[in-house]
């Protein structure tokens, strides 16, 4: 069935590594352009998560999440270029819209770390199957609770997308127009969330029960099923994005 | 008279993959019995005569309309479908209000819906029951709620997708009486069903799908006799037939009626 993931299938090193190895990653890659303030490191933290992505074979799979995001940061350039509190000088002006240079400049920061933030991301996203990152988490001390929660929370969307297929089929069945007008389609709504919402009820009951049947509230120390992702090559690794996290902030503090 | 014609209907929800192909068949005013496996393409088939879904090649005629060129709603007037799950259509609090909510929609006043309603609830049993709220019923008779719903929209063709699913003994007694009066009042019904003693008991022809494809087609008692595509498609003959064979009398018998008839009017060899 279809889940509600980004995951792609692969083999790459980066499929194989640990989630919470990636997530240090992210941490890292995050924290460098702050730490350093400089422009130069934040570009080089997204070339180097640009590279990983190609190297995991991935790369198309963001152009819809990067392309999603530059409209966004479109709109910073023209807000802040136009009216950021330090504009001084102007850099171009475009008919009666006026460009100034610190108000660009504030921008291309901005969106270099939003940048930032998508390429780690994307890199832990795209690689990494939801059900090994909310296990990894649980191995760590995350309540299993909260793990079901949210592994369903994936599960559970598309399996409301069929089932208001199948309402739909059936109002549909019965004469109704979903199709159409605006004013059709509100007085399609309420036959159609009527039973979505009482078997959403009835289905929740019934899983609770099932998950009760098979002791999942006991409070013994629970096992896992897959043998933990992390091995010598995480260590490393792990070892190397801390080494270049405290060398960034000694650099800072002694600079 | 033909109710329903299907014509080189090929149908595929993905492209390299054909669920039905090539099927031909018309329908008349004989109650009709659909089975084969599960993943057959039953409920695919009867979906397309609704028209929830539209063939990827070829046409289907209900009376004189093209599902292709018709909307649902409007085919509702001709035809109707009965879920499998009531709980898929069930959204109002009381039960008549639920059962008059299609006569509503294809277009009749509301004291003749609700008239129909009355008459569809009276049918399936449940008219003491129709101020209460649905969810306060029990599944099998939610089920019979969900029928009494099409049976209120007074079409000319219904169709029943596993009708017996969830019902006891007196459930399954009481579908197929309701089956049985409407075809009396002269309606065409489709019904796809995993019950074999029920489809000897109540339908005149059978269709045996498998693999897409229709592997049979005819009386019911003729269609039983084919043993070994029934054995292909995996499906049994009546149970009744069954023990018939196994006394060693090679012939099909629809109900236990015709057994019982039928072992009355033989001599008995006297014991060697």
């Known amino acids: 069935m279809r889940s509600l993931s980004l995951y792609q299938q692969g083999d790459s090193i980066l499929h194989k590594l640990d989630p919470l190895t990636k997530i240090l990653y992210i941490v890292v890659a995050l924290a460098l352009p702050s730490i350093t303030a400089s422009v130069k490191v934040s570009i080089a933290c997204i070339i180097s998560g640009l590279l990983l992505i190609t190297f995991a074979k991935v790369l198309k799979n963001m152009v819809p999440i990067v392309s999603f995001s530059t409209i966004v940061i479109l709109t910073i350039f023209i807000i802040q270029g136009m009216f950021y509190y330090a504009n001084e000088n102007v850099l171009f002006t475009l008919g009666p819209m006026t460009f100034y240079r610190e108000g660009m400049l504030y921008a291309l920061k901005i969106g270099l770390r939003i940048y930032n933030i998508i390429t780690s991301v994307s890199l832990l996203v795209l690689t990494t199957r939801p059900s090994d990152l909310i296990e990894a988490l649980v191995r760590k001390g995350l309540s299993p609770k909260i793990g079901y929660v949210l592994s369903s929370i994936l599960q559970i969307i598309p399996q409301m997308t069929s089932m208001m297929n199948t309402i739909t089929d059936a109002q549909r069945a019965r004469g109704m127009e979903t199709e159409g007008s605006l004013l059709v389609r509100m007085k399609a709504f309420i036959p159609l969330l009527g039973p979505m919402v009482m078997s959403s009820l009835v289905g929740t009951r019934e899983r609770a029960m099932a998950l009760e049947v098979r002791a999942f509230s006991s409070s ?6 897959n043998k933990p992702m992390e091995s010598a090559q995480s260590t490393i690794w792990r070892v190397v994005l801390l080494i270049i996290l405290i060398g960034a902030v000694i650099w800072r503090v002694t600079s | 008279m033909t109710t329903i014609r ?22 008349d005013h004989r109650s009709t019995a659909i089975i084969g496996q599960n993943g057959a393409g039953k409920t695919t088939f009867v979906k397309l005569l609704k028209g929830l879904l539209l063939p990827t090649q070829g046409d289907i005629w209900i009376k004189d309309y093209n599902t292709k060129e018709n909307t649902v709603a409007f085919l509702a007037q001709h035809i109707g479908l009965v879920f499998q799950n009531p709980n898929d259509q069930i959204f109002k609090s009381n039960v008549l209000d639920e059962v008059s909510f ?9 004291k003749t819906a609700t008239e129909k309603a009355k008459d ?24 019979l709620v969900s029928i009494a719903s099409i049976v209120a929209m007074d079409t000319d063709i219904l169709i029943f997708d596993e009708p017996t699913i969830a019902q006891d003994f007196v459930g399954r007694e009481k579908v197929k009486q309701i089956i ?4 009396r009042k002269g309606k065409l019904v489709i019904t796809i069903i995993h019950d074999m003693d029920f489809v000897a008991e109540t339908f005149d022809r059978a269709i045996v799908f498998y693999n897409g494809n229709i592997l049979l087609d005819g009386d019911t008692r003729e269609v039983f006799s ?13 149970h009744v037939t069954q023990l018939a064979n196994r006394l060693g009398i090679d012939k099909v018998f629809l109900n236990d009626e015709e057994l019982t008839n039928y072992l009355k009017n ?3 060899k006297p014991q060697a």
């Open chain 1, 220 to 225: 013994r120390k629970k096992t896992f099923l």
């Open chain 2, 6 to 27: 299907v014509s080189n209907l090929h149908f595929s929800y993905q492209e390299d993959f054909e669920v039905l192909k090539e099927i031909n068949v018309e329908f």
């Open chain 2, 102 to 110: 299609g006569p509503c929609n294809i277009g009749f006043d509301q």
């Open chain 2, 120 to 143: 569809a609830l009276q049918m399936v049993g449940l008219l003491d029951k129709q101020n209460l709220n649905p969810y306060d019923l029990t599944l099998s008779e939610r089920k």
């Open chain 2, 180 to 183: 049985k009066d409407l075809i």
């Open chain 2, 226 to 238: 084919h043993k070994e595509e029934l054995k292909k498609a995996y499906l049994e003959p009546p």
């Open chain 2, 266 to 268: 033989i001599e008995l």
